[in-house]
């Protein structure tokens, strides 16, 4: 069965085809930054217009890619929520339009399901149950899975996402967007000895998450330091000594909540995924966490950690092979509890 993935929720037009049995078969991202960049964050009304632009040309690019025809295509998968709503009605009513128009099902993903599952797109891939972290822009989550659709939600942030959190910092430090990345390269020149920025919430039991002060936290360092240094260079260094703090304590406060989930959920296997699971030294300190408690971690490559149509594509392939499609309307969802899906 070939899968056309769909992936318009927030500032990327991602499309793929996955093909059951095969694998991916073509993937292409756009990225919108250039567009939201003079505004420092994604503006959802030009997000919405550039959607609109670049999907059928992107999907035509993807067939090609795959040496495939609008025949080959047996169901067709688009995200439909959470994420903002006129970005999502655009990848919707184009998924459910070429579904009706070339007779395939259709069905509508769960945006951080897709996330959730696109570890599985790998070669190695863990086997059921385990314990899965999400870390976006928009959600950070400690999830138990059990199979798909079986999801039980562990633990979440009270306030800002961990990527929000990246994101934010990096702006009040004068970076551009997105800002998250800008962050984590400046990051790598810091010294980690200079500053120790708090680790929210992980003195008491719980597996929820705040990280909102940590912006503060990075602000009042930086303003306070501004007093006393002096000197383009000696300020650069200052950004990157605060970067790398920021990025340690989110990195630590992470750590420590999925050792604790997997401790408490019994198993041993730990997926990251997201877009903050592209970040380095995350994937480096998760890695050698769970090998101490004698598991293992998977994420995805890179491309496949932040927003792109091969993650849809494959969930929608795990839910239209079940059975499940969406009938001849469609609707959206922007905001949308993964707890609610079915399993298949
Ligand atoms: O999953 P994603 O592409 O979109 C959402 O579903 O939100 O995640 C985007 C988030 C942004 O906040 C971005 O700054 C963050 O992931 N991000 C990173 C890195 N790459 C992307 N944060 C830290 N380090 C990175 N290398
Ligand atoms: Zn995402």
């Known amino acids: 069965m070939n899968v056309l993935g769909i992936e318009t929720s927030c500032d990327e037009t991602g499309i793929a085809v996955y093909a059951g049995g095969r694998g991916l078969l073509a993937h292409r991202v756009y990225s919108q930054t250039d567009i939201h960049l003079e505004y420092g964050g994604v503006v959802p009304e030009l997000a919405s217009r550039d959607h609109i632009r670049k999907t059928l040309p992107l999907i035509r690019g993807v067939l090609a890619e795959a040496a495939l025809g609008s025949s080959d295509i047996d169901g067709i998968a688009y995200t439909s929520g959470p994420g903002l709503v006129g970005a999502l009605l655009v990848g919707a009513a184009i998924g459910r339009t070429l579904a009706w128009a070339w007779g395939v099902p259709a ?80 990051a790598e020149k810091g010294d980690p000895g200079r500053f120790r920025f708090p680790r929210p919430m992980t003195d008491r039991p719980g597996l929820d998450f705040s990280f909102s002060g940590l912006k503060t936290f990075a602000l009042n360092t930086l303003n306070s330091e501004l007093k006393r240094v002096r000197g383009v260079e000696a300020v650069a260094r200052l950004k990157a000594d605060i970067a790398r703090a920021f990025e340690d304590a989110v990195v630590d406060t992470l750590v420590i909540k999925c050792r604790r989930a997997v401790r ?10 997201g877009g903050v699971s592209a970040n380095r030294r995350l994937r480096e300190r998760i890695s050698v966490a769970m090998e101490s408690e004698g598991g293992r971690a998977y994420y995805p490559r890179p491309e496949l ?40």
């Open 305 to 344: 950690c932040t927003d792109n149509g091969a993650m849809i594509a494959f969930a929608g392939w795990q839910r239209l092979k079940a059975g499940q499609s969406e009938p001849l309307k469609f609707g959206v969802r922007p905001r949308w509890p993964m707890e609610e899906l079915p399993g298949v």
């Open 264 to 273: 408490e959920s019994g198993s041993r296997r730990l997926i990251l995924a």
């Open 107 to 186: 069905v509508g993903v769960h945006h951080m399901e897709g996330h959730l599952l696109a570890p599985l797109l790998e070669r190695e891939v863990p086997e059921f149950p385990f314990v899965a972290l999400l870390v976006s822009g928009g959600h950070t989550q400690l999830v138990a899975v059990e199979g798909v659709g079986r999801y039980r939600l562990l633990g979440e942030s009270l306030d800002d996402a961990a990527g929000e959190a990246f994101d934010k910092t990096a702006k009040l430090m004068g970076l551009p967007y997105p800002g998250g990345p800008e962050l984590a390269k400046l």
